[in-house]
């Protein structure tokens, strides 16, 4: 069958390149072309027998077709989640080892958050994992200047509103026996993940967060990954992950041969059935 058109744009982010919104700033600063021709929207349609470059680099054959792959990374404190910061600061991709090929994140963390990042050569992937109705949840630590109430919690737990921002419930409690002086700490599970959603509502009762790192995104842990480690995911688990997300076609979809165990294994090593987590948490930064 001849492969459908489709826009260029998603091209590109399937291929790793970037994500959708950075091909199209790629495109309006004139950097991409098509058979040796400038592209000038977005909207521009392309076959894989198109040859694509960027900055006048053809990508290569091997790229058209690739492999979905995955990696987990421990993201330091102080690094932007962008390939390139207008503000010159240094970026997540600054520091990943130099064997990894163009990689994109699964969502963002912000310059002061720390932990586990999903990257992907699929932009396709990404998207879909970040998808609120894939209900992937997300797990954080918090280390805040205060503790919550009752009532606080209660709140947090049915969902509030925070400066007109409408916030989903998030299952939250405190951390027994972790106490810094007047810190303390709370794990918080979220499906949704708006801007900077974690420290928003702390603040909202006047709170401050000092500390706030992602421990789990869907059936991923960050484990005993150290600041700055790269792990690459298993590839039976990622094709996996491609079957339920993308169905039929995609790499281990339903037209793949079964070859990939039926499990997870989590982070002590103990199987887990691969199932949809219920929507309970969201993004932070």
Request: proline share 6%; glycine share 10%; charged share 30%.
């Amino acid at each position: 069958m001849e492969a459908k058109p489709e826009r260029i744009a998603k091209r590109m982010s399937a291929l790793g390149l970037c994500s959708r919104r950075d091909a199209e700033r790629w495109i309006e600063e004139g950097r991409v072309a098509v058979n040796g021709k400038k592209v000038t929207t977005p909207a521009t349609l392309v076959t894989p027998e198109d040859v694509l470059s960027i900055d006048g680099k053809e990508i290569e054959a091997a790229e058209k077709t690739p492999e979905v792959r995955m990696w987990k990374y421990h993201k330091p404190a102080g690094l932007v989640t962008t390939h390139k910061d207008e503000k010159g600061r240094d970026t997540v991709f600054d520091h990943l080892p130099q064997e990894l090929p163009r990689v994109v994140s699964v969502g963002r963390l912000d310059l002061n958050s720390e932990g586990l990042l999903l990257l992907t050569t699929s932009g396709e992937l990404s998207r879909a994992l970040e998808l609120p109705k894939n209900a992937m949840a997300r797990v954080y630590r918090a280390r805040v200047g205060g503790e919550l109430t009752r009532e606080q919690l209660q709140q947090i737990g049915r969902g509030l509103t925070v400066e007109g921002v409408r916030y989903q419930p998030i299952r939250i409690a405190a951390e027994r026996g972790r106490t810094e002086g007047r810190n303390r700490w709370y794990e918080l599970t979220l499906s949704e993940g708006k801007n900077r959603e974690i420290r928003k509502i702390f603040m909202h009762f006047g709170i401050p967060v000092s500390r706030l790192i992602r421990v789990r995104y869907g059936k991923f842990e960050l484990g005993k990954l150290v600041p700055g480690q790269v792990e690459k995911i298993p590839q039976w688990q990622v094709d996996l992950l491609m079957k339920r997300l993308m169905g039929a076609g995609a790499p281990g979809g339903e037209d793949a041969p079964a070859t990939a165990p039926p499990r997870f294994a989590d982070a002590r090593g103990s199987p887990i059935r691969l199932r949809k987590d219920k929507p309970k948490h969201g993004t932070d930064a």
